[in-house]
């Protein structure tokens, strides 16, 4: 099974500020990913990069976690992030993922 990362800064591509609060764009990014009927989970990292003019950045990150999905929709969904948050790019990984599921109750 294949694992996908998205990972999407918030600092805008013009502006390098981040526009909005990290919760609005969380709540928009579980929209996208509602609209393409796939199963996700995200979270927020920090983290720094550098401007191809050397400008440092620190940034919040959210990276969306994708298993089990067709490669076209992976892409579909992150350029539609990519637009929505205006960034300059985002950033797909993908992998082989091993997973199983363990289902246990407490006696009753």
Same mark, same amino acid.
């Given at each position: 099974? /294949?694992?996908?990362?998205?990972?999407? $800064?918030?600092?805008?591509?013009?502006? &390098?500020?981040? &526009?909005?609060?990290?919760?609005?764009?969380?709540?928009?990014? /579980?929209?996208?990913?509602?609209?393409? &009927?796939?199963?996700?989970?995200?979270? !927020? @990292?920090? $983290? $720094?990069?550098?401007?191809?003019? $050397?400008?440092?950045?620190?940034?919040?990150?959210? @990276?969306?976690? @994708?298993?089990?999905? %067709?490669?076209?929709?992976?892409?579909?969904?992150?350029?539609?992030?990519?637009?929505?948050?205006?960034?300059?790019?985002?950033?797909?990984?993908?992998?082989? !993922?091993?997973?199983?599921?363990?289902? %246990?109750?407490?006696?009753?």
């Amino acid at each position: 099974m /294949k694992k996908y990362a998205i990972y999407i $800064g918030l600092r805008d591509a013009e502006s &390098r500020e981040q &526009r909005f609060d990290t919760e609005k764009y969380r709540s928009v990014l /579980k929209h996208v990913c509602r609209s393409y &009927r796939t199963a996700f989970s995200v979270h !927020a @990292v920090e $983290g $720094g990069y550098f401007h191809d003019d $050397g400008t440092y950045v620190d940034e919040t990150t959210l @990276v969306l976690t @994708v298993l089990d999905a %067709e490669p076209d929709t992976v892409r579909e969904i992150a350029r539609d992030l990519c637009a929505f948050f205006r960034q300059e790019s985002v950033m797909v990984t993908a992998s082989d !993922a091993e997973v199983f599921f363990i289902r %246990e109750r407490l006696g009753e």
